[in-house]
């Protein structure tokens, strides 16, 4: 009987797990109050054993050689503008690029093919499989569900804020940039045929899976052998946005603190939270308020911090204890019952001595200190007012922590040894020290022998940047075309401020920022700008120039919150025009004529009045006698 019931429950224990394997992300987007519940839905067969890192392949990990390369991939767009970061990755031969949303809670790649009906205008243009050397088909097969011919697998994955996307599993050659050190690798990925809700209006192409799961990009290549199976990600702080991402392992700081992170318990990446104190005070709640469900849930894709109803309680109690001083006032939406604050100031830095700092209590005993921007979004129509990015997470017990909680923190998910570790850090600046001079990879060059049919070595990803040696032009102007998308369609953008930020982040002049003309449809805002050389210039420098371009060309101009989110429509330069004989001497002749027209005006004025002068010392008293008035002598 024991045979038979070990025998019974394996069938049982496949069932549960399949209910484990989760189809959907937690990701937040656009809709940021709805409750992050975490939802179990029936997977495809294909898709339940890869979600399941309780197979034999799990343990070969450890085997994996530590010297092996990493991606480094920059992070774009904003937590709260954009309601998530995205990384460009680049697929097929020649690449097609496309900005995807990094999310934990996701474990397949996907985005949108050109024979998609039903998918909304994104970033990028869909991808293209007919013009891709090295695009292949995942063929039908007894361990997916295949299309309605039984030709090709497909997917589908439906998410918490109810939106959805399905279409064909492909392979192709996957591109992570120049700056990387992996070079290109073939991977499996999603060709959308259909979008819904979020995914359909959202402006992110598609979604980069870094979950657990054998269709994972993070799983893919550590089955490859090509990376450590570790993964790092590290989000701007508050008004910054941007950051980096690292696939494959690194070397933890020395003051990095860590979590078990148990892979046998759910199919996210979990913590062992125990307490949080606020204020150096431990909040009075159940030990295992945590610990229920799928526990404590980081999620790359989701924006806020979702508690259980008496931890959530708790923790906004005692923290508006310590801010008794400051004014409540509504939100920004009054669709919503934000719990805001005014009062504070706009200087993020000065925001530790008004709000209190909050420590997460991980089972080791390690602590996390939570500065205010870590629990604190801006009021977007109220200057100096915020308001707390934790939120009661409905019915589910789950706690559920977002990007907002790692903002400025860089966060290991250090897969082979079942942990993750935290460490503050300005994640802005991390990207500069993360860069390792690297030999990029050369493109293929197909033997006479070889045909379509068989895989072509992968290419590096393009630079889309000009292709000009220093010396051979002289560039004259820089123009490129903004969109720009504010949170208010009663709000202006304060086009002044964008100027001098774009002269920051560009690092030029703000007299050589000019914005040409603008228009404008409700909430966005079509700007053309123009980066003219500095006054003691005659053209911008090369090296200037390829830096500008570069900025442009990789997004990556971190729009702060309040000028809302952008998008880099086109960019165009021009070389310095060959001036004329007269623009040449221009100046020369002017002054010339103007200081002749002086002489000759001075000349005229003097012997104006040397004539006058002259004129009055020959000047005869009326009743004078003239000589010519004497009588001659008869």
Known sequence: MANSSSSLMIPYSLILLNLYAIVSSTSDFNNRHHPMILPLLLSTPNISAHRMPFDGHYSRRHLQNSELPNARMRLFDDLLSNGYYTTRLFIGTPPQEFALIVDTGSTVTYVPCSSCERCGKHQDPR?????????????????C???????????????????????????????????????PQRAVFGC?????????????DGIMG??????????????????????SLCYGGMDVGGGAMVLGQISPPPNMVFSHSNPYRSPYYNIELKELHVAGKPLKLKPKVFDEKHGTVLDSGTTYAYFPEAAFHALKDAIMKEIHHLKQIPGPD????DICFSGAGREVSHLSKVFPEVNMVFGSGQKLSLSPENYLFRHTKVSGAYCLGIFHNGNDPTTLLGGIVVRNTLVTYDRENDKIGFWKTNCSELWKRLQVPGVPASAPVPSPSSNRSQAMPPVQAPSSLPFFHPGEIRIGIITFDMLISVNNSNTKPN??????????????????VHMLNFTSTGNNYLVKWAILPSESAEYISNTTAMKIIQQLSEHR?????????????????????????????FVAVTVGVVVTLAVSLSSIGLWLVWRRQKALGTYTPVGAVGPEQELQPL
């Open 495 to 512: 086009f002044t401020e964008v100027a001098e930020f774009i002269a920051h982040e560009l690092e030029v002049d703000n007299l050589q």
């Open 557 to 585: 101009l971190h729009f702060p919150e309040r000028f809302g989110s952008y998008e880099l429509v086109e960019w165009k330069f021009e070389p310095q025009k060959n001036r004329t004989w007269w623009q040449q001497h």
């Open 334 to 337: 009054p669709n919503y019952h």
């Open 192 to 204: 959308e045929n259909v979008e819904t809700g979020d995914l359909y209006s959202q402006r992110a």
């Open 210 to 231: 870094l979950g657990r799961g054998r269709l994972s990009v993070v799983d893919q290549l550590v089955d490859k052998g090509v990376i450590g199976d570790s993964f």
């Open 127 to 143: 991808f293209q499989p007919e013009l891709s050397s090295t695009y292949q088909p995942v063929k039908c097969n007894p361990g």
């Open 145 to 183: 569900n295949c299309d309605d011919q039984g030709k090709q697998c497909t997917y589908e994955r439906r998410y918490a804020e109810m939106s959805s996307s399905s279409g064909v599993i492909a392979e192709d050659v996957v591109s992570f940039g120049n700056e990387s050190e992996l070079k």
